[in-house]
């Protein structure tokens, strides 16, 4: 159940300019000059459409993958105002997508929408960074396990290649709020969305599963006991670069 390697993925949003490849940078240097220390983690940075080419371009590194938040589902070109596709993000640059955060499922996105954004970046051989998590409304009456069943069992399919998506649970009520929830009951979940995923989707292995939500420099060191976290998706601390170091350097401290 448990995996080895650790991802730390960093979800700008919609933060971020052209001068901000100054954190990338320094994330960068910190890899190289903590080699030891990488060796089993994974970092990725999932930036704003308009920075994924101006970045790639730049950045030449063993330890960074970059990747984007969202697309739009339509395969090919189309009549789709504002919106980019999967094929177009995977040409900027993109190995990896964040889909289903709950911003995007609050602005209107169903688990049906989503399921054909994940086929879609697949088919275009991106590494797919689903989100799911309960609301508060939903965590007060009892709901988590039925919502995170529903959310897995709606976007995904039996068919889907695995062994690129990564689920990432992340309780609504811990985005941005400074709340993260009770270790005891997050290992529960965690073991929860493994245990079930493998079931409803018929597969061999556990996925692997992040957890997201509040996570910063200070508290990372609460989640180190919890050897079924597979890693950890990171909001407003991964727009620091001394932040984000700091949550892969205290993590396991
Ligand atoms: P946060 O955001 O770390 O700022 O809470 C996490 C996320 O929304 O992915």
């Given at each position: 159940m448990t995996n080895k390697l650790k991802y730390f993925i960093g979800n700008w949003k919609m933060f971020g300019d052209f001068g901000d490849f100054k954190i990338i940078h320094k994330i960068n240097r910190f890899g190289y000059e903590s080699r030891k220390l990488l060796k089993k983690k994974k970092i990725i940075l999932c930036v704003p459409n308009t920075l994924i080419h101006f970045f790639k371009k730049k950045l030449e590194s063993k330890f960074i993958s970059l990747g984007v938040q969202n697309c739009h589902y339509h395969?090919?070109?189309?009549?789709?105002?504002?919106?980019?596709?999967?094929?177009?993000?995977?040409?900027?640059?993109?190995?990896?997508?964040?889909?289903?955060?709950?911003?995007?499922?609050?602005?209107?996105?169903?688990?049906?929408l989503i399921k054909k954004k994940i086929i879609s970046s697949l088919n275009q051989k991106l590494n797919v960074v689903f989100c799911i998590g309960e609301t508060l409304y939903e965590k007060k009456r009892n709901k988590t396990f039925s919502v995170l069943r529903k959310q897995i069992k709606s976007s995904l399919k039996k068919n889907f290649n695995?062994?690129?998506?990564?689920?990432?649970?992340?309780?609504?009520?811990?985005?941005?709020?400074?709340?993260?929830?009770?270790?005891?009951?997050?290992?529960?979940?965690?073991?929860f969305i493994k245990n079930d995923f493998k079931k409803i989707l018929k597969t061999k292995k556990y996925p692997k599963v992040l957890y997201g939500g509040s996570v910063?420099?200070?508290?990372?060191?609460?989640?180190?006991?919890?050897?079924?976290?597979?890693?950890?998706?990171?909001?407003?601390?991964?727009?620091?670069?001394?932040?984000?170091?700091?949550?892969?350097?205290?993590?396991?401290?």
């Amino acid at each position: 159940m448990t995996n080895k390697l650790k991802y730390f993925i960093g979800n700008w949003k919609m933060f971020g300019d052209f001068g901000d490849f100054k954190i990338i940078h320094k994330i960068n240097r910190f890899g190289y000059e903590s080699r030891k220390l990488l060796k089993k983690k994974k970092i990725i940075l999932c930036v704003p459409n308009t920075l994924i080419h101006f970045f790639k371009k730049k950045l030449e590194s063993k330890f960074i993958s970059l990747g984007v938040q969202n697309c739009h589902y339509h395969e090919g070109y189309g009549p789709f105002t504002g919106s980019v596709n999967a094929a177009m993000l995977k040409k900027a640059g993109a190995e990896y997508i964040i889909l289903g955060h709950s911003e995007n499922r609050l602005e209107g996105e169903s688990n049906k929408l989503i399921k054909k954004k994940i086929i879609s970046s697949l088919n275009q051989k991106l590494n797919v960074v689903f989100c799911i998590g309960e609301t508060l409304y939903e965590k007060k009456r009892n709901k988590t396990f039925s919502v995170l069943r529903k959310q897995i069992k709606s976007s995904l399919k039996k068919n889907f290649n695995m062994n690129k998506i990564i689920i990432a649970y992340e309780p609504v009520w811990s985005i941005g709020t400074n709340k993260i929830p009770k270790m005891n009951e997050l290992k529960n979940i965690i073991k929860f969305i493994k245990n079930d995923f493998k079931k409803i989707l018929k597969t061999k292995k556990y996925p692997k599963v992040l957890y997201g939500g509040s996570v910063n420099d200070i508290n990372i060191r609460l989640f180190s006991p919890i050897s079924e976290i597979d890693g950890f998706l990171i909001g407003g601390a991964s727009q620091s670069s001394k932040k984000f170091i700091d949550i892969v350097r205290n993590y396991y401290k």
